[in-house]
């Protein structure tokens, strides 16, 4: 098997301001792996939070692509156990590849792969950032309009006035929206006691990370009396976080960038069933090459949070949907995306 990586820039359609940054842009590095004549493609991002930057994981795949030519075929590559060090958003960029190869090896689309019979599909939030209550109140409106059932509204700014005034805002342009509220960490235990209980009078659904992590016992205890569900996303980055918090909060945020790709998301999945702690499926801002490994085992999470290609302001593969609300598994053997040409507009 033939590694090759590929860096491009994405810029979003709008910076997204959340507690703790303001995002623009981001490099995605993508990773080809060609065998026999076919190609399969998977996608990393960076991340200041996650200290992925672009020198960072264009080493890591390169490392990893020229790794693969000992193998024989992608189906015993896949049956290797990741490399120890590997960054997890590096890992879910290899597995992502080798599973649409293998796919497209066996006329087969990745969700048969990973056990569904049949092609997810879910509603998937949409983000509103960090912006003026009216220009809230306005994305949310049109949101609805195109089709969107849920809304995720960031959160965590200083005066926790204006976190208020633009949920009430979101709240009255769309009153029959499902709302979850993501202060990404920048609460205290104090202020997300006072708070929490205000964005329930509001019909907020759930809280993402209300509190800094590092504290999951703390999260814990609030998640144990809060008015809401609280989802631990920050707090929930692998398989051994998860299980601290299992039947502790409410909900996990599950990233493949975190958590090193599809089969570990589905490790962590299984090991949640039934504890009372609920799956949600998020992302960073990527392609739609870099969601659609996640779209492919969707409809297995209470939220999904599948977006991030929608944030573009220009995205450069196509085949997953998402811009009426609804994201969708493709029936085309393997992830079943490809890379638009330039200047063809987006599709369904």
């Known amino acids: 098997m033939k590694a090759t990586l590929r860096t491009v820039r994405l810029a979003l359609a709008e910076p997204l301001r959340i507690s703790r940054s303001t995002t623009a842009a981001r490099d995605a590095v993508w990773l080809t792996i060609e065998h026999e004549g076919l ?9 200041v939070y996650y200290g992925l930057d672009t020198d ?3 080493w890591q ?11 024989p075929d992608p189906e015993s590559a896949l049956r290797e156990p990741p490399a120890d060090g590997r960054p997890s958003a590096v890992t879910a960029a290899v597995e992502a590849a080798l599973l649409d190869l293998c796919g497209k090896r066996a006329d087969a689309p990745v969700y048969r792969l990973l056990g569904a019979t049949s092609a997810p599909s879910a509603g998937t939030a949409r983000t509103i950032g960090i912006v003026p209550a009216p220009h809230a109140a306005a994305q949310a409106r049109a949101l609805v309009d195109a089709g969107f059932a849920l809304i995720k509204a960031k959160a965590g700014t200083p005066d926790p006035e204006d976190d208020l005034d633009r949920i009430r805002a979101i709240r009255s342009a769309v009153p029959g929206t499902r709302l979850l509220l993501d202060p990404n960490g920048a609460w205290t235990l104090d202020q997300a006691r006072r708070l929490i209980p205000q964005y329930a009078e509001l019909g907020v659904e759930a809280v993402e990370q209300p509190v800094a992590p590092g504290d999951p016992e703390g999260l814990a205890q609030l998640a144990e009396r809060s008015p809401l569900p609280l989802i631990a996303d920050e707090d929930a980055v692998g398989q051994e976080d998860v299980r601290r918090l299992a039947g502790r909060v409410h909900g996990v945020n599950v990233k493949l960038a975190k958590c090193g790709g599809p089969r570990a ?4 999945a299984e090991s949640i069933a039934g504890s009372g702690t609920e799956l949600m499926l998020g992302c960073l801002t990527a392609s739609t090459l870099g969601l659609a490994p996640a779209v492919h085992f969707a409809d297995r999470a209470r939220w999904a949070d599948l977006d991030g290609h929608l944030l573009l302001a220009d995205d450069p593969w196509t ?3 998402g811009a009426d609300g609804v994201v969708r598994a493709s029936e085309l053997p393997g992830l079943g995306v490809r890379e638009r040409p330039a200047g063809e507009a987006d599709g369904p």
Do not use: D
């Open 39 to 47: 190609h399969g493609h998977g996608e990393a991002v960076t991340s």
């Open 56 to 58: 960072t994981l264009q």
């Open 61 to 71: 795949l390169y490392e990893s692509g020229r790794a693969l030519g000992r193998f």
């Open 265 to 268: 998301a589905l490790r962590i």
């Open 319 to 321: 085949g997953i949907g």
